[in-house]
């Protein structure tokens, strides 16, 4: 009886082990098991989503495409599709997704979803009985959407501001103006802000890495601010963040925070709404290509432009200048850009409390140095970024 008991446990924590080792990119699959059949260790299969790219995403037209595709490595049984009004009730429908090989399926469709709350579910069923199953939660219809805004939208803020360094001159206000625009963040706008300072290039590196493993909804925004020296390579033809720890000697700049690194990084952040602003020298290099236009709006109420803006995917930036040198400014003064920065935020957006970087780019042009507004990356045309006074 003992030999049997202990042979149950080796296979229940066998099978548990495989269980707490399938993990997907944006969240672990849910795991449904039979005990009222014999436990068999197996390895559970991947469900891999495409489209909608985020966990939870919202779209004005009912029209979703939806794309995803299961692997495994025992044969699969069954694999489903189903869509849900709830997930506490029956779905409303269901389909059986083709499999391509013993081992993997692949479903790539165009659906219709009504109005409202919406869950789109993937189920997979191997052979030795192993199920798993993921969910996305589209809201679909703009007035689903507007009911949706501010119950559960988050804003999100990192600014990393180094003035003192272990190889390049130290300098006097990057983290002074990071505090002050920290706070009109926090404190009017109701952002979770975060301050990193004096970091060196591993940490800058490892907290875009926290931020890049968050999960966000779809109007959640994420600010990322950088102050402190910048350097330009004539051969390389490329702009750098320095570290902390940047070495003054580094022919290769590996040592350096790389535009074109720091672009795909943060490009990749499953954030739908991000605003990268540089206060750093020779800022203006980070996208080669600039924005040609400003976005025109039409005249509709708030609730209405956010939800339109939160339903396109954001990537701009702004920096402080262009391939120059910019101000530090004096000591206990802010820098000639932060203090724009800050006048746009003490404005609160106006009357109708809503600050655009559109806006906020309008007081950078006093500037003596030539800022740069633009997109990088996934930017979706029409796309903004927005300060929401509370």
């Known amino acids: 009886m003992k030999t049997k008991t202990l042979i149950s446990l080796t296979l229940l924590l066998v099978a548990?082990?495989?269980l707490a080792a399938q993990v997907v990119v944006d969240r672990t699959n849910k795991v449904a098991l039979d005990f009222?059949?014999?436990i068999k260790a197996t390895v559970l299969p991947e469900i891999n989503?495409?489209?909608?790219?985020?966990?939870?995403?919202?779209?004005?037209?009912?029209?979703?495409?939806?794309?995803?595709n299961v692997s495994s490595k025992v044969p699969l049984k069954k694999v489903t599709l189903s869509v849900l009004t709830s997930l506490d009730e029956e779905p409303m429908a269901s389909v059986d997704v083709p499999l391509i090989s013993p081992t993997s399926a692949e479903f790539e469709k165009s659906m219709y979803l009504g109005d409202g709350q919406n869950y789109v579910r993937i189920t997979a069923e191997n052979v030795d009985g192993g199920i798993v199953s993921d969910d996305r939660s589209v809201i679909v219809g703009m007035d689903a959407l507007k009911d949706a805004i501010a119950i559960d939208r988050k804003d999100y803020a990192v600014l990393f501001?180094?003035?003192?360094?272990?190889?390049?001159?130290?300098?006097?206000?990057?983290?002074?103006?990071?505090?002050?625009?920290?706070?009109?963040?926090?404190?009017?706008?109701?952002?979770?802000?975060?301050i990193v300072e004096n970091a060196s290039q591993d940490l800058?590196?490892?907290?875009?890495?926290?931020?890049?493993?968050?999960?966000?909804?779809?109007?959640d925004q994420l600010f990322v601010f950088f102050a402190g020296h910048g350097q330009y390579d004539e051969t390389f033809g490329e702009g750098f963040v320095v570290a902390r720890n940047s070495i003054a000697n580094d022919p290769g700049k590996n040592s350096y925070i790389s535009h074109s690194r720091l672009r795909n990084i943060i490009?990749?952040?499953?954030?739908?709404?991000?605003?990268?602003?540089?206060?750093?020298?020779?800022?203006?290099?980070?996208?080669?290509?600039?924005a040609s236009s400003?976005?025109?709006?039409?005249?509709?109420?708030?609730?209405?432009?956010?939800?339109?803006?939160?339903?396109?995917?954001?990537?701009?930036?702004?920096?402080?200048?262009?391939?120059e040198y910019v101000s530090d400014g004096t000591p206990g003064s802010h820098s000639p850009f932060a203090v724009r920065m800050l006048e746009a935020l003490k404005t609160s957006g106006g009357g109708d409390r809503l600050l655009t970087i559109t806006e906020v780019n309008v007081y950078m042009q006093k500037l003596q140095t030539t800022p740069r507004f633009g997109s990088f990356g996934a930017d979706d045309q029409g796309?903004?970024?927005m300060f929401i006074a509370r």
């Open 49 to 68: 989503w495409v489209l909608p790219r985020l966990e939870y995403t919202n779209s004005e037209a009912n029209k979703v495409d939806i794309k995803a």
């Open 294 to 323: 400003r976005s025109i709006y039409e005249e509709m109420d708030n609730s209405e432009f956010i939800v339109k803006k939160l339903s396109l995917r954001t990537r701009k930036y702004l920096t402080s200048g262009s391939k």
């Open 16 to 18: 548990y082990c495989q």
């Open 204 to 219: 800058v590196f490892n907290t875009l890495r926290e931020y890049a493993q968050k999960s966000y909804k779809p109007q």
């Open 383 to 385: 796309s903004e970024f």
């Open 36 to 38: 009222t059949k014999p």
């Open 161 to 194: 501001a180094t003035d003192k360094y272990d190889n390049w001159s130290d300098l006097t206000n990057p983290i002074y103006d990071a505090k002050a625009i920290g706070k009109e963040l926090e404190e009017r706008y109701g952002f979770e802000v975060r």
């Open 267 to 290: 490009d990749n952040v499953k954030c739908q709404h991000i605003m990268l602003v540089m206060d750093v020298c020779f800022g203006g290099t980070f996208d080669p290509v600039l």
